[in-house]
């Protein structure tokens, strides 16, 4: 029932809300009980994902809002109405994705790490910056940044991605940080975590490649649980880790 799960009564903020990745995460919050407010540059993207979460749990509060994450500015103003809205925010999920790569390192092209950098840097930046003081205000605030095995471990062809992933880790990791020393001696109450996967497939890419194994691939479903699941764990216990649903290199 809605309001009697685990997160019942946070505030979840969800970056790149419309993507398969993001509507599996609202659905599943919204099932936990938590107020789920989403944001995507795509309005009738998100709308639908916003919809599908809503009614998919007998009309919890799920909204959506269209935010230009590459925007600091925005980002903040969004930050600052939803805590005025409802009264705080308890977490930020960062799924803002995109991937570029090339064949070969040689053919790399400068202009793919321009794209990402902006994708899956400056968001990160961005969110990160409006929303920290917010979490820590939290007693139980969670800022979860979804990652790939390549930032620790990069292919040839898949320079500018693994490097603008390890770009977005490292700047999560200096949040845990601040999360650390704001929780001084008795330890940090809120947590910037990193769940790291080697990619995500969802049931529209099996569809379209049925007879394709998708080794090693995380599921959006499954991905939405350990999200939760970050929830359900002390702060200190994954602040400033990563958490892998995959073999780690």
Not at 98 to 108: C, D, L, V
Not at 128 to 138: D, I, T, V
């Amino acid at each position: 029932m809605v309001g009697n799960g685990a997160l019942s009564g946070a505030v979840i903020a969800v970056a790149g809300a419309g993507g398969p990745a993001g509507r599996a995460a609202m659905i599943r919050l919204a099932e936990a009980g938590a107020t789920v407010v989403g944001a995507d540059n795509d309005p009738e993207r998100l709308a639908a994902a916003v919809d599908e979460a809503r009614y998919g749990h007998g009309g919890a509060t799920v909204v959506g809002e269209t935010v230009d994450l590459l925007d600091i500015d925005s980002t903040r103003d969004w930050a600052r109405h939803v805590e005025k809205d409802f009264g705080r925010v308890d977490g930020v999920v960062h799924l803002v994705g995109g991937w570029r790569g090339s064949e070969t390192f040689t053919k790399t092209s400068l202009d793919d790490w321009d794209f990402l950098e902006l994708l899956l840097v400056k968001t990160v930046q961005h969110t990160s910056l409006a929303f920290h003081e917010a979490l820590q205000r939290s007693e139980r605030g969670r800022y979860v940044l979804i990652s790939a095995a390549g930032a620790s471990k990069p292919t040839a062809g898949n320079a500018a991605y693994s490097a603008a992933k390890a770009a977005a880790e490292a700047w999560t990791l200096a949040l845990a940080d601040y999360f650390r020393k704001a929780g001084g001696e008795a330890g940090p109450t809120s947590a910037a975590a990193i769940l790291v996967v080697k990619a995500l497939v969802h049931d529209a890419m099996r569809a379209e490649r049925p007879n394709a194994k998708f080794a090693g691939f995380t599921d959006v479903k499954d991905l939405a649980e350990a999200i939760v699941d970050v929830w359900n764990r002390p702060a200190a216990e994954v602040n400033g880790n990563r958490l892998w649903l995959t073999k780690q290199p």
